[in-house]
Each structure stands twice: as C-alpha cells, then as structure tokens.
C-alpha cells in the first residue's frame, strides 16, 4: 500500500507512470501501423499497395494481430523463467521497433519480414507489461481495477496519435512514411522506459519461477531453433517455393489455438498443483476468456471490414476537406480517453461501498453492448446496399457503442486475470488471456472476408449475425456468473500459501 508521503502517479503506485507511458507509445506504433494494414494490402498497385483481394487481406490481417497475441503466451513464459518481466518488456520493445523500420522499406518482400518482427517483439511485452501494472498492487489493494483502468487509458491515447499520425502520413505522404512514424512511437517509449525503469524497483527484475542452469540453456536452444524455422518459412514463401493460402491457414490457425488455449488451461487446472479455492477461481477466470474472445471476434472489425466500409461507403467530406480514412480508427480511442476516468471512478465508488459486480457480469455486459453496435452497422449497411454513401454519425454511434463495451470488459478483464491467477503462473495466465485475443482476431478476420466489395448487399446480414451471435454468449455468461461470482472472493487457506514453484508439476513448467 502506498503511504501518503510516497510519491503517486494518480493516486495510483508511481511504477503506473512508467509502464502507463512505455504502453502509450507503444501502442502509438501498433494502432498506427495496425490501420493501415488492410488499406495497404487491398489499394492497387499504381496506389503503391499489394492489391491483394479483400478475402485474402483481411485473413492475412487476423493472422498478424492473432499471432501477435499468440506470441505472448512464449513471451509470457520467457519472462517467468527466463528473463524476468522488465527485461522481457524492454527486449520486446527493441524487436518491435526493428520491425517498424523493415516496414518502412518500401519493398513488397521486406513488408511481410517487418510484419513478423513486430509479432515477435509484441508477444514479449505486450502480456508482461500487463503483468507488471497487476504486480504493483497487494491483493487486497481496492486501487487495483481503477489503475488498470488509467493504465488503460494510456493505451488510447497512443492509439489516437497512431491514427492521427498515420493516418495523415498515409493520405498525404505516403505509405512508408506512415510506417516509419510507427518507429519513431516505439524508439519513443523506449527511451522513456528506460529512464524511468527505477520507479518499478524489484518488481519483475528477476523471473517468478527461474530454471536451473541448464534448463535455461537448453530453453535458448529450443528458442534459437524455432525462430531459425520461422526464418526457414519465410525464406521459402518470399522466395515462391513455398505456396500460401491466407484463408486456409487462417481457419486452421484458429481451430490450432482454440485447441491450445484449452490444453494449456486444463494442464494447469490439473497439474499446476493447485489448491482447491485456486481451481474455483481459475473457474470463474474460464468465463472471463470466453466472454473476451467473442468480444474480440466483433470489435476487431475496426481494422478490417468497418475500415473498409469507411474507405467505400462512408460521405467524409467536411466542406472541401476529406477525413483521411485512418482518423475514423481514433474514435474508439477518443471515446475511451473521455470515458476512462468516469469508469474508473464508478470502480472506485462500487468499492467503496462494498458492491462490485463480479467479473463475469461486468465481462458479459461489455459483450452485449458491443453487439448493439453490429445493430447499427446493419442499418448503415442497408443504406450502403441501396446505393447511397452514408454519413459519417453511423459510424460513430458504432464506435461509441463498442468503446462502452470495452471499458465495461477489457480493463476488467485484465485485472481479474491478475487477481485471480495462481501468482507462480502469473507471466503464464497473463499469456494465456491474450491468447483469447488471437481466437477473436483470427475469427474477425475471416469473418471480414466474406465482405464482398462488389457485393455489398451481403453485409447487412454479416453483421447482423455477429450482433445476434455475441448477444447469445453474453446472456449465457451473464447467467453463470451469478454462480461464480462466489468463486471470485475465495481466498487460500493458510497451508495453501505454503505451496513453492518448486512443487509444481515439471511438464507445466
């Protein structure tokens, strides 16, 4: 707990500042670059894009922000055993900025290269910076939802000058210079990151559970050998000696990491040794996973089929002034800006006052609402089918919609999974929640891709369904958790604490 002579950031521990603004910037450069992706693959190649179709643009796009979020279950792991959290954050960073500068080449090939840099390097930090904000706080700590809520925040406000930034450069600049802006973010963060590394003291300096001389050394060989196939994979598909089908390998992909994320969760259900009050909280967790995975599957259609409906079917002529394409993307991130503060004080209010929705509940809300926002966009898409090109207030009651629904879920989530998580897999946990990221991603990509530009009366039906889908699992979510909302609050009996990373299982390890 903080005293009152202790420095604060927000009233908040004074380690939120630095991870708060390391986010910030790097997010900057994952919003930036992350709205440009279908725009770039699907503009022709006089436009200076890959003219790609639609189908294989937006697979290709969840391919790349679900495997950017794969990757933290390994960067997950890596920090618990290998290098602690805040080297693992700043060795991330550094493979991210890397990776902005190959996209800044303009060159087809190197394109795909630069795509897979910042895969890397965003699995590594991505799940460990969250770990950290969730370490700074004691159990019982009532700060905990509200800091996660500013830290939050932070996120947006990255988000809106990645947008802003790149979105000008891409209209008025070029393609590569908006990449390379995404650079300039991250290089950004960095250097604040390790000016301020001191606030966060011991916190994630060393790993949770580390292995044993030789089991790290036989770890960065297994590391070093599978990013050597990568490397060989790649190498193969630019060269044309090995075939693609986007579409293909995005279905396959998503079945392969449904099926792993619920291999890895009952594997430490079942053999992480855990205490009996840890599998009921792990319980009421499964339903927190699930309600963010079909979350992420609806709202990820920012970057995708809402970004193309934007291009194509959207009047952004204000005067003689057309709003670039990519400043829409920032709504979302505006709105929560305002927003943020306002949930964050509605935390802090149910707090005081001893009322606090479980997690579940909060989490199934924040699923509804965001599919009331698919019931907009089937209005707006019947009026593009029709003929006309619609104003732009579609789409921002859509975004506003979508943004409630993420303050409602995202934050909340990632505060359960740090207050509910056994601490020893706490890196692991954090990994495995971001994992239902690349579940939605994947889904939502392949769900764009039955957005047919030449058949637009097609869409109306598509985000009719993903409306009637998402609502479905939310009232189903919504009615479990009024049974584990009493799992939730259990706490470790005395012996329970008494259990040592030593004792569990070596095949979790």
Known sequence: MTTQTEKTFFGQPLGLQTLFFTEMWERMSYYGMRMLLVLFMTATLQEGGLALTVASATAIYGLYTGCVYFMGLPGGWISDRLLGGQRAVWYGGIIIMIGHIILAIPNDKTFFIGMIFVVLGTGLLKPNISALVGQLYSDKDVRRDSGYAIYYMGINIGSVIGNGVCGYLMEYQGWHWAFGA??????????????????????????????????????????????????????????????????????????????????????????????????????????????????????????????LFTRDYTDRLVGSFEIPTGWFQSL???????????????????????????????????????????????????????????????????????????????????????????????????????????????????????????????????????????IGIGIMILLFSFKTRIWESLQDDKTDKHIKPEDVVPSIQ
């Not at 690349?438 to 957005?451: E, K, P, V």
Request: proline share 5%.
């Open 182 to 307: 995404a650079a300039v973010g991250m290089a950004i963060g960095l250097i604040q990151y390790r000016r301020t590394i001191g606030n966060l003291n011991s916190i994630g300096a060393k790993p949770e559970s580390p292995l044993t001389p030789k089991g790290e050394k036989i770890s960065w060989m297994v590391i070093g050998g599978i990013l050597s196939l990568i490397a060989l994979i790649a190498f193969m598909a630019l060269s044309g000696n090995l075939e693609i089908n986007p579409v293909s390998v995005a279905e396959n992909v998503a079945i392969s990491f449904t099926a792993i994320f619920v291999l890895y969760y009952v594997a430490i259900f079942w053999l992480g040794n855990l205490t009996p009050n840890e599998k009921r909280r792990l319980g009421a967790l499964l339903l927190v996973c699930i309600a963010s995975a079909c979350f992420w599957s609806g709202f990820e259609q920012a970057g995708s089929s809402l970004n």
């Open 332 to 470: 979302n991130s505006i709105f929560i800006v305002a927003l943020s503060p306002f949930f964050a004080a509605i935390w802090i209010n149910f707090g005081k006052r001893f009322v606090s929705p479980a997690y579940g509940i909060k989490c199934a809300v924040g699923l509804i609402i965001m599919a009331s926002g698919f019931i907009v966009m089937f209005f707006a898409a019947q009026y593009a089918a029709s003929g006309l090109k619609v104003a732009p207030y579609w789409l921002v009651a859509t975004y506003f919609l979508h943004t409630v629904g993420e303050l409602c879920l995202s934050p909340v989530a990632l505060s359960a999974i740090s207050k509910l998580s056994p601490r020893r897999f706490a890196g692991q946990m954090m990994g495995i929640f971001v994992l239902t990221y690349s579940i939605g991603n994947i889904i939502s990509g392949l769900l764009a891709g039955n957005f047919d530009p030449n058949a637009i009366e097609q869409l109306p039906s598509m985000y009719l369904q993903i409306s009637l889908f998402s």
